[in-house]
């Protein structure tokens, strides 16, 4: 297989709609992937009847939702197998600018450090940046963020699956995203660990909108599902991708998070029993 | 005409940058610190972000960065480090003078550096006032090589650090080399 080779890999459960307008925009790169692959996580709607139609798009469809984490971590595992170079992972509310690949490419070739993970600026409807996918620069490397800044880069320390390539010698030494997380969380704990002591840098001219209806963070979703978020967050602290500093940073940032949820939750004692439910489950041994 | 003047100071001069570029015939100057010794391309690569302010990086011997001189990102504006990455340099809060593309105005306009009070941290105090009156920028292909790099006392270091608004982490950081540099 010849070198830089890009599979696209987009996860998508029941978003019709967004996943076409998503696909779209990958047809329309001024540098296509190599091969797209979508990930059906059981999508219900008519995800299946019209990705079955569509031209040019292998789908993997899971027998069950996996949630992102799982989708993920499957669609890395076959891109993997199959030699690609370059695994671009997009969630399927993720819009492309036709040149968001050739710029991430590109972002590659003048990178001062052979980077294990480039990644695209992610902006909401408004151009803004957005909240969930705001860039998250590696400060106290100051000498390489200068590095970096100097070939046009900004040096990043965690990324999102909004458009974000990640190389296969990454997936050769830290395996597949962690699939038992389901949702959230998922994202930094695999990326934050490849990146701690590898290189990966956003590239400015790379751009990329998330298409949610509100430019929303976890809080805003205010369902049990913040279950997830505790419980993962609470793995993601007793994980080895962020350690000293970072993880006391982590800590203080998740419990302000917890505390903001509770607050905003217009039924506290439920939300404060979906929080612990996370703690208690984040506390027992993740499932392997 | 050069588009630059430039103009050498040390620490002993320091505190009278108002009379070494009051005469600068032209509207940009770069002040160079009489120890450093720009590279070729150095005015070159700052004059593409004139009018500055406009820091070239410290290295050393060997070409390396020299961290205790390479000032601090202004982390402030997410959207300002994408667009000066875009545009190949780093916002600051502030930078050690050691090589910086400024305005002649903007020096004179502000007070100048305060050695007495600042000690060897006068020049990253003055460019922390310099940057909340226009943004700066780090240029990392504008190199300087720099010989020494010693640390100031640690009074100094809180003064500078009152002064400058500096962070509790940055703060503690040049603090523990200021002590380490005295314990020998």
Known sequence: MKSSTVCAIVVTYNRHDLLIECLDRIERQSRPPDHVLVVDNASTDETPETLARREGVEVLRLEENLGSAGGFAEGIRVAHERGYEWLWLLDDDTFCDELCLEA?????KR???????????????????????RPWFRFNRREEFAEAAGAGLALIRSATWVSTMVHRRAVDEHGLPPAHFFIWSDDPEYLGGILRESTGYMVPESLAWHWTPEPHDTLTDTRDRFYYRVR???????????????????????????SRYVQRSPNKSRALATVARGVRDGLRRPPR | MSEATQVRFDAGTLGSLHELVGDAPTPLVWLVDAGATPSEDALAALLEHAPGPAAGLPVDAQGRPI???????????????LDAARRRCVPLRHIQLTSLLVERELVLELAPPDPQRFGWYAGAEWSGRLFDRRKGVLVPASRVRVGACPAGSPAHVLRAARSARWRSGETVRELHRSVRSRLG
């Open chain 1, 111 to 133: 990178a001062p450090q052979e980077p294990s993970v480039v990644c695209s600026v992610v902006r909401w409807r408004d151009e803004s940046l957005h909240p969930m996918n």
């Open chain 1, 104 to 108: 991430l490419l590109d972002g590659v």
């Open chain 1, 232 to 258: 993962n967050l609470v793995w993601h602290l007793r994980g080895s991708s962020f350690q000293g500093v970072e993880r006391a940073f982590r800590a203080r940032a998740s419990l302000r998070l917890v």
């Open chain 2, 67 to 81: 961290k205790p001189l390479m000032g601090r990102v202004d982390e402030s504006d997410q959207d300002a480090i």
